[in-house]
């Protein structure tokens, strides 16, 4: 499949995970791509050992399981920029060349990005244990930096002006989402809407793992349920979420509809959907990924007077829906992931 595409040399290729890293280091390659499941020493132990002492950009191979998805979300933490799902076999051969076109445009996307930024890990629990991996150190891009303190709510009198903040984000997406809803406070007065780009089995764990390092309450979302201030409820993979009004009150809106859009959950349908309903009392996030998904929603809920945020490039693993948002003239306020949570609580305020 790499090699299918002329943009990208293969110079290596290891028999399992020890080879795996031995090779890392011989060849120093600009991407790694790399099974979960390996002989002799397995992927997130592979894993750890190359950002321990060659650290690079790593693309994680993972079955569709729910151990699949529980070991993925863990290798991220460990420091994998992305991963994409392991084909099955007799799986369609519009699928194989539907994961062939997703696996090198992922290869070449991290390849160039800016910065390979490796910051504390993305899941450590709230009272690390010793054997909590520890801060990673990388030899380009930002400093590793601590977590993001909780962001307190203004004091000021009155309410807040927006009740919802809709994510769009995708490639790199699980750390920095993670990164910004443990920083929000308790009381966040607003509900919190999240389109990330990823399979069905995967959105569950993702939707825990943020649960139990959040002061917020995160949940994977459910059709027909009416969202609370101060939860955030993750789309999931496979399905689009939208929000809808009846009779005057708010429902989240769970479909596999629209078919042809690219990407499921699709950031453009969440933010077109919350802007159409909402108008100035919505708040629109676009964080890192690739492609331009949610900008045509942007367009909708940024006409509709609701307040746009983008990513800023140097912090995003893949600086491509921000841009699309930017370079469209639609964001607000572009700004670094460590200063996304304050942004996000003081745009609820505005």
């Not at 529980?70 to 994998?80: C, D, Q």
């Not at 629109?284 to 331009?292: A, D, E």
Request: net charge neutral; glycine share 10%; charged share 20%.
């Amino acid at each position: 499949m790499l090699r299918s595409d002329p943009e990208i040399d293969v110079i290596g290729t290891g028999r399992d995970g020890e080879e795996g890293v031995e090779l890392v280091r011989k060849l120093d390659p600009d991407v790694v791509t790399m099974d979960i499941e390996m002989p002799r020493r397995d992927g997130l132990s592979a894993l750890k050992l190359i950002m321990e002492s060659s650290p690079r950009p790593v693309i994680m191979v993972s079955t569709l399981t729910n151990e699949g998805a529980e070991a993925t979300l863990k290798a991220l933490e460990y420091g994998a920029m992305d991963f994409i799902p392991k084909f099955e076999q007799g799986r369609a051969a519009i699928n194989l060349q539907a994961m062939q076109h997703e696996l090198c445009e992922k290869v070449k996307a991290v390849a160039r990005s800016r910065g390979f930024i490796r910051r504390q890990p993305a899941f450590a629990a709230r009272s690390a244990t010793p054997s909590a991996p520890g801060p990673l150190t990388i030899p380009t891009g930002p400093k590793p930096t601590a977590p993001a303190p909780v962001v307190p709510v203004p004091s000021r009198s009155g309410l807040a002006t927006h009740e919802c903040v809709a994510i769009g984000v995708s490639t790199g997406g699980p750390p920095a989402v993670q990164r910004v809803l443990s920083a929000l406070p308790k009381d966040f007065p607003a509900y919190i809407l999240i389109a990330q780009h990823m399979p069905g089995t995967f959105t569950g764990p993702f939707a825990k793992r943020l649960d139990g390092v959040s002061q917020i309450s995160v949940k994977e979302a459910e059709d027909g349920e009416k969202p609370k201030s101060g939860w955030a409820y993750v789309s999931p993979g496979g399905k689009h979420m939208s929000l809808e009004g009846r009779n005057a009150a708010h429902y989240i809106t769970i479909s596999a509809e629209p078919a042809s859009a690219l990407y499921k959950p699709s950031a453009t349908v969440l933010m077109e959907s919350t802007g159409k309903l909402l108008g100035s009392r919505a708040v629109g996030v676009i964080m890192t990924g690739m492609g331009s998904d949610g900008c045509d929603g942007m367009k909708v809920l940024k006409q509709r007077g609701g307040h746009v945020i983008a990513q800023n490039e140097a912090s995003c693993v893949v600086y491509g829906m921000p841009k699309a948002v930017v370079d469209a003239g639609l964001a607000d306020e572009v700004v670094e992931l460590d200063k996304l949570a304050e942004t996000i609580v003081a745009a609820v305020y505005k």
